[in-house]
């Protein structure tokens, strides 16, 4: 499965972005999909999940109430909504995939994009 990330930029604190996560995989509906981001000098960190039908979705404490994280099986897509952006959200944001159940950590995640650079000024 190859995944292509897409949609980061920069933008002022307070301000919005959509990021895309398109798949390259007929089966992209058995997939649990993640988005994970990355600071420089920090770990991986988890930001939201969403199941194979988007009707279970799980996000990190610092985004939860912000960020909304969607799927589109027929366009073999998942989607990450960013509201109320801050400076700390700044980082590259992966995707993942992963088959089976939701986990919150980057290890269990087989799948990954390119990452996509998201920048927000204060």
């Known amino acids: 499965v190859q995944l292509q990330a897409s949609g980061g930029g920069l933008v002022q604190a307070g301000g919005s972005l959509k990021l895309s996560c398109a798949a390259s995989?007929?089966?992209?509906?058995?997939?649990?999909m993640g988005w994970f981001r990355q600071a420089p000098g920090k770990e991986r960190e988890f930001i939201a999940a969403?199941?194979?039908?988007?009707?279970?979705?799980h996000y990190g404490d610092s985004v939860k109430g912000r960020f909304t994280i969607s799927r589109d099986n027929a366009e073999n897509t998942v989607y990450l909504q960013m509201n109320s952006l801050k400076p700390e959200d700044t980082a590259v944001y992966y995707c993942?995939?992963?088959?089976?159940?939701?986990?919150?950590?980057?290890?269990?995640?087989?799948?990954w994009g390119q990452g996509t650079q998201v920048t927000v000024s204060s």
């Open positions: 995989t007929r089966t992209f509906s058995r997939y649990t």
């Open positions: 993942a995939g992963r088959q089976g159940t939701y986990y919150n950590t980057a290890d269990r995640y087989g799948y």
């Open positions: 969403i199941g194979w039908s988007g009707g279970s979705t």
